[in-house]
């Protein structure tokens, strides 16, 4: 898929994530209630410092883990609940509820996601990355239904052994209206009850895309779950 490509030409890629995209109107982030007052305590009875136990959270991807890039990434926050523009290819499969997320980006048109749950059970986490797996599978066709103009192919790109194992897939889509392209690469693996998805795109086409070294950064979000 080789129309010519221009940087200065509208993404693609922000097409696509609006054509996916789903409404998070809840990300899962609660106010603290403001505590009352106590009492002073006495002399006699000496106040017990408060212990509020924190629970362990699932580890993220780092910019050095990222697959190499002619500028530096730079990671953002690692935020509750998911993406303002939901989860490319995978829209309303990942739940807001037990999930966090954080961006990267480069001064080049190059960017990426990683996306992250504990579901309540294994075999909840099991059926989560089913439904990923399928989504991905079948979002070229989907997006070539919901977007006249837009040519996109999905392929499967085997798996990852690490932990319960992680699957690569990828998207690379024509877009006629703007004369560009566009090239994702996407995984999907799972330690325990915990699901990563981890999104990589840029302009070009699949031979521009970094296939080796993704599988390398999705072995890597994986194992550094836990």
Not at 28 to 52: C, D, E, I, K, Q
Not at 98 to 121: I, K, N, S
């Amino acid at each position: 898929m080789t129309p010519s490509r221009t940087a200065a030409q509208p993404r693609t890629a922000a097409r696509l994530r609006a054509a996916l995209a789903v409404t998070t109107a809840a990300l899962g982030l609660t106010a603290l209630a403001t505590a009352p007052s106590a009492a002073v305590p006495s002399a006699a009875a000496p106040a017990v410092p408060a212990r509020t136990a924190v629970a362990a959270q699932p580890a993220f991807l780092s910019a050095a883990q990222l697959p190499p890039s002619l500028t530096s990434w730079t990671a953002g926050r690692i935020v509750q609940g998911l993406p303002e523009y939901g989860v490319l290819c995978a829209p309303g499969v990942l739940p807001a509820a037990g999930t966090r997320h954080r961006e990267f980006r480069t001064e080049l048109d190059t960017g990426g996601l990683q996306v992250t749950t504990v579901a309540p059970t294994e075999a909840e986490a099991v059926r989560l990355v089913g439904a990923v797996r399928t989504a991905l599978a079948g979002c070229g066709k989907r997006l070539e239904q919901q977007e006249p103009g837009v040519e996109a192919v999905s392929r499967a790109h085997g798996t990852v052994a690490v932990e319960e194992g992680a699957y690569v897939y990828s998207l690379d889509t024509v877009d006629r209206q703007v004369g560009s392209t566009d090239i994702h690469l996407f995984s999907v693996g799972r330690d325990g009850r915990t699901v990563t998805y981890v999104r990589w795109g840029q302009l070009g086409d699949l031979p521009d895309a970094p296939l080796t070294a993704f599988r390398d950064t999705t072995r890597t979000a994986v194992a550094k779950l836990w």
